[in-house]
C-alpha cells in the first residue's frame, strides 16, 4: 500500500501546489494547501484573514494558532488521505500536527521534498501566473499558457500573486531557509523522508513523485 497522509516540503516555487494538485486528483487524495486556506480567508475578510494579511504581503510566516485555525478542521474531514502543501513550515507546526494526528491515531506516513536549487526559484515566483477563478498554475516562460493572460484549465484571467515580486520572493526564500529548511532534518530522523529532484519538466516530476508515493510505507526508507 502507497502513503496517503503525506506532506510535501520545498522551497517557495519548488511546485509543491502544481505537484500537489496533479497528484490529488489521480490519488484520490485532498490537497491541503494552508496558502490557498489564508488567501481565501484574506478575500473572504474573515478574522483569521485579516490577521494573515499582514504577515502575507511581507513574506513572513502568519502566526501558528491562526494556521491552525484554518487547518485542523480540513484536516480532520481528509478521511481518504491528504497532501499537505506548504505546511508544516516551521518546528512548532510539525509538533503539533503529529500531535493532533497522534489523537487521530493516523499518523503521517511519508514527507517528501521538492528539491530545486536556489537559483531557479526567484525566476520560478516572479513569472508565475495564477488563475483568478480556479487556482490553476502557470508560468509566463516555463508553462505558458495557449493564450496569455488566459488560463488553459478554464478560461479564466491569469494574475500574479500580490507576494510573487521579486522583493517579497526573496524574502519568502530567507524564511524558507532559516524556519522550513531544518524540517528535511525533522523528517528524516523519523524516517519518513524521500526526496524527489525538482528541477524539470512537469510531467517528469509528478512521475517520480507517484513512484515517491506508491512504494510501501514500511519500504519508504
Ligand atoms: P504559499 O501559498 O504556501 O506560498 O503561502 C503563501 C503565504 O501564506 C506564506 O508566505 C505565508 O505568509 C502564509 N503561509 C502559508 N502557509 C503557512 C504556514 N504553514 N505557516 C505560516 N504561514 C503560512
Do not use: W
Amino acid at each position: 500500500m502507497g502513503a496517503s497522509r503525506i506532506v510535501i516540503l520545498g522551497a517557495p516555487g519548488a511546485g509543491k501546489g502544481t505537484q500537489a494538485a496533479r497528484l490529488s486528483a489521480a490519488h484520490g487524495l485532498a490537497h491541503l494547501s494552508t496558502g490557498d486556506m489564508l488567501r481565501a480567508a484574506v478575500a473572504d475578510g474573515t478574522p483569521a484573514g485579516l490577521r494573515a494579511k499582514e504577515f502575507m504581503d511581507a513574506g513572513q510566516l502568519v502566526p501558528d494558532e491562526v494556521v491552525f485555525g484554518v487547518l485542523f478542521e480540513r484536516l480532520a474531514e481528509a478521511n481518504e488521505g491528504y497532501l499537505l502543501d506548504g505546511f508544516p513550515r516551521n518546528a512548532a507546526q510539525a509538533e503539533e500536527l503529529d500531535r493532533q494526528l497522534a489523537e487521530q491515531g493516523a499518523p503521517l506516513e511519508l514527507a517528501v521534498v521538492v528539491d530545486v536549487p536556489d537559483e531557479r526559484l526567484v525566476a520560478r515566483l516572479t513569472g508565475r501566473r495564477v488563475c483568478s477563478s480556479c487556482g490553476n498554475t502557470h508560468h509566463v516562460e516555463f508553462m505558458p499558457p495557449a493564450k496569455e493572460g488566459v488560463c488553459d484549465k478554464c478560461g479564466g484571467e491569469l494574475v500574479q500573486r500580490s507576494d510573487d515580486t521579486e522583493a517579497v520572493a526573496r524574502d519568502r526564500l530567507e524564511v524558507y531557509h532559516q524556519t522550513t529548511a531544518p524540517l528535511i532534518d525533522y523528517y528524516n530522523a523519523r524516517d519518513l523522508l524521500a526526496s524527489v529532484d525538482g528541477d524539470g519538466p512537469v510531467e517528469r516530476v509528478t512521475q517520480d513523485l507517484v513512484e515517491v508515493l506508491s512504494r510501501d510505507v514500511a519500504e519508504q526508507n
